[in-house]
T-cell receptor, first 116, second 112 residues
Framework: KAGVTQTPRYLIKTRGQQVTLSCSPI?????VSWYQQTPGQGLQFLFE???????NKGNFPGRFSGRQFSNSRSEMNVSTLELGDSALYLC???????????????FGPGTRLLVL | EDQVTQSPEALRLQEGESSSLNCSYT??????LFWYRQDPGKGPEFLFT???AGEEKEKERLKATLTKKESFLHITAPKPEDSATYLC?????????????FGTGTLLAVQP
């Protein structure tokens, strides 16, 4: 089974621009979560999408948004980029159907974003 | 507030020298504890999921155990290819069970 894929793998943008990152989950997985990883803050949860609906959200400003399509593919968008948005953005997928407990999430290779 | 603390921050071992990594957590009801391995510039690779105190899982030279307050990742006779950052995470509360809260990781270096 193919793993989680993310595109693009690397991006360089300038302050004030916006960016869109894409994630394709493992086949059959309906939950997609996004995380930001930086050396200072580690891995932090951005949001989770399930069946095209945002199910959970982390403590990030409204400049960070996402969506999910009917085939479970997801995109995240960051508007008005700031220098501090430079990070590795990771997408993770799971079935999304476990009741009463957390599911194992499988991560993609990430998109490395550099904001100049 | 749920918190995950990993220790040590960094660990250097000689090849074949067994050791353990620690992950302590403070959560209001564990929903799942996860171990991942991350190589530089790559996404985390799943290792283990543990749900109940007393549970143990093994894979090659790695063994994960869980108590009510902490988890250990035991590495037996490590090899240089085991060098990586090992991350521990717990699931969020209530309806946010897929919101993983990560520790800062243990950077493991195994020297030949």
């Amino acid at each position: 089974k193919a793993g989680v894929t993310q595109t693009p793998r690397y991006l360089i943008k300038t302050r004030g621009q916006q960016v869109t990152l894409s994630c394709s989950p493992i086949s059959g997985h309906r939950s997609v979560s996004w995380y930001q990883q930086t050396p200072g803050q580690g891995l932090q949860f951005l949001f989770e999408y399930f069946s095209e609906t945002q199910r959970n959200k982390g403590n990030f400003p409204g400049r960070f948004s996402g969506r999910q399509f009917s085939n479970s593919r997801s995109e995240m968008n960051v508007s008005t980029l700031e220098l501090g948005d430079s990070a590795l953005y990771l997408c993770a997928s799971s079935y999304g159907s476990r009741i009463g407990g957390s599911e194992t999430q499988y991560f993609g290779p990430g998109t490395r974003l550099l904001v100049l | 507030e749920d918190q995950v603390t990993q220790s040590p921050e960094a660990l250097r071992l000689q090849e074949g020298e067994s050791s353990s990594l620690n992950c302590s957590y403070t959560v209001s009801g564990l929903r799942g504890l996860f171990w991942y391995r991350q190589d530089p510039g790559k996404g985390p690779e799943f290792l283990f999921t543990l749900y109940s105190a007393g549970e143990e899982k093994e894979k090659e030279r790695l063994k994960a155990t869980l108590t009510k307050k902490e988890s250990f990742l035991h590495i037996t006779a490590p090899k240089p290819e085991d060098s990586a950052t090992y991350l521990c995470a717990v699931g969020g509360y209530g309806g946010a069970t897929n919101k993983l809260i990560f520790g800062t990781g243990t950077l493991l270096a195994v020297q030949p």
